[in-house]
């Protein structure tokens, strides 16, 4: 080899130790493991979802496909929508499509809300909405089919494992159609919260000496690239006298920027521009950082980290919140990979009494606990009975049931009511679990609906005329002052050549041609709505229904029921041709009849009453018109008061 081939070898040779500290090391020097720490996150993120815009809709459809781990999940679900200059919300029907059981909790303030749902695998305390059982679909495109029916589909979105959801009504899509689409952002629309915690790693960086510690967050890149801001909340347990003790490393797609509350000091390394929570307006810039795990290790070791308390990587979100239990001075280099299990919180009692539902029939009432989701809230009952202990469960293979009469087992019958008290003993708990359960005991109970043509409500009436105000009571025989009864919707429908006219929906009223009136006296719900006084075709017939929602002062059961009557539509103007003619016809004959006796009685004492010798020939001279007036006037008026002097002197 030649000196020159020899020298190049060389050099070559230096260029590559001198660069192998830095890309040799990134692959050795951090063995990252599970370590004690949790973040949570919110995110617009889901597998599959779609947006709409459907501005002139009177009602819209909202879909959530969930995908649930455990067989027994609690789910927060929030729904939202801004009133502006005062409009009422439209009426929204969200359909919960569900693979376990799950423990709703509802909030929907001032939205007329419908839910579709599976009764079998949702269970929630008392809703103060519309429930419709949802169909069996084997497919998403069937459910979709089934919604299309019931109105255009606003959103879908497709969650696995979710805690919290929030849904804003608010649409901001400029699409017309909901068409789902995978890896789909669903911006203002939607915001989640998984259930499960993300994995969040650590390790020892090797060759570094001191007590520097490092928290890495990554935030991988969305589907749509468009601006938007994390706010990361930091809590640390360790107490460090100086800001150079930790660094945080955030690191993202250049279209996020951050807002940063941390309770200690720290140093801050950013792509993008970041601002503090405690100075929000001040805004500094980011720097350029590698992308990849390897590359963000060696960052921390660059700056002097010789712990990674935390790692993580989550998708794209709008919240992130980070806890460590643990300084991260504590790792060991290259720990034992340990399992990390959630902590046995023991029996979850609040969601076993929500699963105590009665069932109720004509003559009794029955409890179902299914043992799988017994076991999968971590409890053991040892003892299912009603109030009388005598009363206990049958136990089979799968299934405790609990039944009785309403003649026995303590059952106590009040008016339809009857209630009875649950009793639940668990092997964790060493006093036992009470719930108070009711039925309605509907045999012998009634609604009535009745339409009025007044506002006294005095005479009930079958038959309304187009452009006439109705008055309707809903009333409940017999009356039972422990039972509350709720308007839910009233509809009129006038034919299959018609649109249903929806009176009331959610509790409202949908137009300002229907009001809400205060109830009877005896507590019967009252409204009342102004019929169109012109329609083509004109119908001739309508049906008005009306749902109503009857449950106990307890809230532990409720029954749906919808009552109905049908109306006799008429128009005015028909309704004076073929009805009143004839009696008009009758007036006007008796009129002219009338009117010819009176002529003749009045000239028969006219030319009886006269002086005979001052008799005018048949034809005499013309008199002045005024004088010829004045004359006929008198006259006139003395043979109309002659009869009621003749009838006063009889």
């Known amino acids: 080899m030649d000196r020159g081939a020899l020298c190049q070898a060389v050099a070559l040779l230096l260029v590559v130790c001198s660069l192998g500290p830095t890309s040799l090391a990134e692959t050795v020097y951090c063995d990252l493991q599970p370590v004690d720490s949790e973040v949570t996150y919110i995110t617009s993120q889901v597998s599959e979802g779609c947006v709409a815009q459907i501005p002139d809709a009177t009602l819209e459809v909202h879909i959530l496909f969930l995908t649930f781990l455990g067989d027994m999940s609690m789910l927060e679900l929030t729904l939202q929508t801004s009133k502006q200059g005062g409009i009422q919300p439209r009426e929204v029907l969200l359909i919960l499509s ?32 519309n429930t419709t059982q949802l169909p069996s679909f ?16 606003a959103s879908a979105a497709e969650l ?10 608010d649409q901001a899509s400029s699409s017309p159609f909901c068409s789902l689409e995978p890896q789909k952002d669903m911006g203002h629309t939607l915001e989640w919260s ?16 001191g007590h520097k510690e490092a928290h890495i967050l990554r935030i991988l890149p969305g589907p749509e690239a468009w601006p938007r801001t994390v706010t990361v909340k930091l809590e640390l347990s360790c107490a460090w006298r100086d800001t150079d003790a930790a660094v945080l490393i955030l690191q993202g797609p250049p279209y996020v920027s951050w807002l940063i509350d941390a309770n200690h000091n720290m140093q801050i390394w950013t792509t993008g521009e970041y601002s503090l929570k405690i100075f929000p307006d001040r805004i500094n810039p980011g720097f350029q950082l590698p992308n990849t795990t390897q590359g963000l290790l060696g960052e921390a070791r660059r700056l002097n980290a010789s712990v990674v308390a935390s790692f993580v ?17 504590g790792l060991q280099p290259s720990p034992t990979p340990v ?137 409940m025989s017999p009356s039972i002052p422990e039972l509350m009864i709720q ?40 409204f009342s709505f102004l019929l169109r006084g012109y329609m083509v075709p004109m119908p001739t017939t309508g049906i008005l229904s009306c749902s109503v929602t009857m449950r106990p002062r307890i809230r532990s059961l409720e029954v749906h029921k919808t009552v109905s009557m049908l109306l006799n539509i008429v128009s005015a103007g028909l309704h004076d041709k073929g009805l009143v003619l004839p009696a008009v016809l009758g007036i006007t004959f008796g009129a002219f009849l009338i009117g010819a006796l009176l002529t003749a009685a009045l000239w028969y004492i006219y030319s009886h009453t006269r002086h005979p010798g001052k008799r005018e020939p048949v034809v005499a001279v013309a008199a002045p018109a005024s004088s010829e007036s004045s004359s006929t006037n008198h ?16």
């Not at 696995?160 to 009504?169: A, F």
């Not at 076991?375 to 053991?380: D, F, I």
């Not at 009040?414 to 009875?420: I, R």
């Open 194 to 209: 998984p259930k499960a915690y993300a994995p969040i790693r650590g390790c020892r960086l090797e060759g570094v000496a």
């Open 313 to 329: 990587e989550l998708p794209l979100a709008s919240d992130v919140s980070l806890r460590t239990h643990s300084c991260g001075s």
């Open 487 to 526: 308007l839910e919707s009233c509809q009129l429908n006038l034919g299959p050549d018609m649109e249903i006219v929806e009176l009331i929906q959610g509790q409202e009223a949908k137009s300002s041609c229907v009001s809400l009136l205060s109830p009877s006296p005896s507590g019967d719900i009252r």
């Open 138 to 153: 084997t497919t998403k495109d069937q459910l979709f089919n089934w919604a299309n029916t019931k109105g255009p589909i």
């Open 98 to 129: 569900v693979n376990k059981s799950i423990f709703l909790k509802l909030q929907a303030p001032g939205i007329p809300l419908q839910l579709a749902y599976d009764s079998k695998l949702v269970f929630h305390e008392a809703l103060n909405v």
């Open 339 to 475: 399992e990390i299990t959630t902590p046995n919180k023991g029996c979850n009692q609040e969601l076993l009494l929500t699963l105590i539902q009665p069932k109720c029939s004509s003559d009794g009432m029955t409890l179902v606990l299914k043992k799988d989701l017994i076991s999968t809230l971590l409890c053991t009952v040892t003892s299912l009975t009603f109030w009388d202990p005598s009363c206990q469960a049958e136990e089979t293979e799968d299934e405790f049931v609990l039944s009785s009469g309403y003649s026995s087992c303590g059952m106590e019958v009040m008016e339809n009511v009857v209630s009875n008290e649950v009793v639940i003993r668990l092997l964790s708990s060493s006093s036992p679990q009470r719930r108070k359960v009711q039925c309605i005991n509907m045999d012998s109970l009634s609604l009535q609906l009745g339409l009025y043509l007044s506002p006294h409500f005095l005479q009930a009436s079958s038959t309304i005329e187009l452009g006439q105000q109705g008055f309707v009571q809903v009333s």
């Open 160 to 169: 696995t494992n979710p805690q919290s959801i929030l849904l804003r009504l």
């Open 635 to 650: 006259s006139i008026g003395s043979t109309q008061s002659t009869p009621c002097s003749t009838s006063s002197m009889a």
